[in-house]
Every structure is written in C-alpha cells, then in structure tokens.
Nanobody, 122 residues
C-alpha cells in the first residue's frame, strides 16, 4: 500500500484546510486509517482515526470540535477537514493505515504517507 498525502499549506489562524490521503497498490477499505502529526521539536502524535466503515471516529483532545475525519472507500481515500486552525496545529501531517485495532499507537501502523506540511500563521 502506498499512501499519498496532500492539501497542506500556509493558512492564517482561524482558517481551514482539507487534507487528502490517496491510497494505491491495494484497497484500504478494510483498514483503519488515521492522521498523525509531528510538530517542530516534538514527537509524532495521533490526530484522528476512522474505522473501515466510517462508523467509529477518534480524535485527539486537542483537535476535538475543530477537526473531522472522513473516508471514501470507493476512491480509496481518507480526508482530514481542519477548521479553526491554531498556530499549535503547525506540523507535518501523515496519513497511516493499519489492520490492527490499536488506533492511537503509531507503532501499530504499517503503512505511512510521506507527509504534508501545514503552517498556521498567527
């Protein structure tokens, strides 16, 4: 599975961005998908995750109410809608896929995208 993240960029605080992650090589319709991020000088952290059906969603406390995650299995893609962005959201965002059920542990994810940079200016 190859994952390609896109949609990052420079945005002002309070603005919005939508990240996309397109999978290729095989279908990810049965995989749990997630977004992680790594801010400058910090460790990679879980941001949001979605079950294969889209019925179960998980969010880090820091993004609850501002970010939402969705997927389109027909397009083999997952999305992260980020609203009311804050300077603390500045990071490289990575999409990831796993067949396991441990949703917030980076080590559980076998497949990773290359990352897309989100910069929020205050």
């Amino acid at each position: 599975v190859q994952l390609q993240a896109s949609g990052g960029g420079l945005v002002q605080a309070g603005g919005s961005l939508r990240l996309s992650c397109a999978a290729s090589g095989r279908t990810v319709s049965t995989y749990f998908m997630a977004w992680f991020r790594r801010a400058p000088g910090k460790q990679r952290e879980f941001v949001a995750g979605i079950s294969w059906s889209g019925d179960s969603l998980y969010f880090a406390d820091s993004v609850k109410g501002r970010f939402t995650i969705s997927r389109d299995n027909a397009k083999n893609s997952v999305y992260l809608q980020m609203n009311t962005l804050e300077s603390e959201d500045t990071a490289v965002y990575y999409c990831a896929a796993t067949v396991l059920s441990t949703v917030k542990v980076a080590g559980s994810y076998r497949y990773w995208g290359q990352g897309t940079l989100v910069t929020v200016s205050s």
